[in-house]
């Protein structure tokens, strides 16, 4: 058992807050509980450590077994979500193989593209770049949207972000919304934009061509958070899964969520999925 796990298990049967945890988890109506980082600090680890970020695989098998999800929404702490127990969507969608489209290049397409045939130079940056590069962020979106775009590139967006999500789920024939405060800090890799369009991107590195299963949905609510108080464009995600083989092949996996905003409230576990796709870059001398 992972260091991690224990200090869960620790969390929920001996700290502070382990009674009202427990009382949380037998009540029948409270859906959300908000963590702090004070409730972590007698385990004598940072917050950080506690709460997983990026994949399902990464939850507490306590969490798991209980039926309950979490997401970072203070800062320091996390909120707890009963997701199975009111039918709630997973915040960490599972990644499938979506179809491929392969693409031969000539290298030259790419000015001075020797120095990344180096497997060791390559990281999420650099994918978002070449992605950027071979035209493929306005290729998928005319595919997959039928919109032509023209996207400027941005930067990297990282900074504190404070607001209020809502959580949408279902009582009987009633949908009830439970507002859950958030003021925590933002990391997404790059966005790009159109006269239309602000689309978030968060890449990943396949190392050696492992691809993910899954991955935390945190990791887009707080840039849409952000976003959508600075524009009215339309706001979608995507994510991208970027790796390189020894031959100097390129694969993308790219999927592209949206979050619905419903009366200026962004609704937590309302999302889409709107496409999916793998591009395969093969280059030639």
């Not at 707890?80 to 031969?104: A, D, E, G, H, Y």
């Not at 991955?215 to 390189?244: A, C, D, V």
């Amino acid at each position: 058992m992972s260091k991690r796990n224990k200090n869960w298990i620790k969390l929920f049967n001996e700290g502070p807050s382990s009674k009202k945890l427990q009382n949380w988890l037998n009540d029948d109506e409270e859906v959300i509980y908000q963590l702090f980082s004070t409730d972590f600090k007698y385990l004598g680890v940072k917050p950080v450590k506690m709460i997983p970020t990026y994949r399902y695989s990464e939850l507490p098998d306590v969490l798991k077994e209980n039926g309950v999800e979490l997401f970072r929404n203070q800062l320091g702490g996390c909120v707890l979500i009963k997701t199975k127990k009111f039918s709630l969507k997973t915040l960490f969608p599972s990644l499938k193989n979506p179809k491929v489209s392969k693409v031969t290049l000539n290298i030259s397409r790419i000015d001075k593209i020797s120095v990344l045939k180096h497997f060791t130079l390559h990281n999420e940056e650099t994918g978002i770049i070449l992605a950027n590069e071979l035209n493929l962020f306005s290729k998928f979106v005319q595919e997959y949207l039928g919109l032509t775009e023209n996207f400027t590139i941005g930067g990297r967006l990282n900074t504190t972000v404070e607001g209020k999500l809502g959580l949408l789920y279902r009582d009987g024939k009633d949908n009830k919304i439970r507002e859950i405060p958030v003021k925590a800090q933002i990391e997404v890799d790059n966005f790009i934009e159109s006269e239309n369009l602000v689309i978030a991107l968060e890449a990943k590195f396949a190392s050696h061509g492992n691809k993910r299963s899954s991955f935390s949905l945190h990791q887009f609510i707080l840039p849409t958070l952000l976003l959508k108080g600075k524009t009215n464009k339309r706001i979608l995600n995507l994510l991208i899964e970027y790796g390189i083989t020894d031959n100097f092949n390129i694969f993308f996996r790219f999927f592209l969520y949206e979050i619905d905003v419903i009366q200026d409230q962004i609704i937590l576990n309302e999302y889409s999925l709107l496409a999916e796709k793998t591009y395969e870059i093969h280059f030639v001398e």
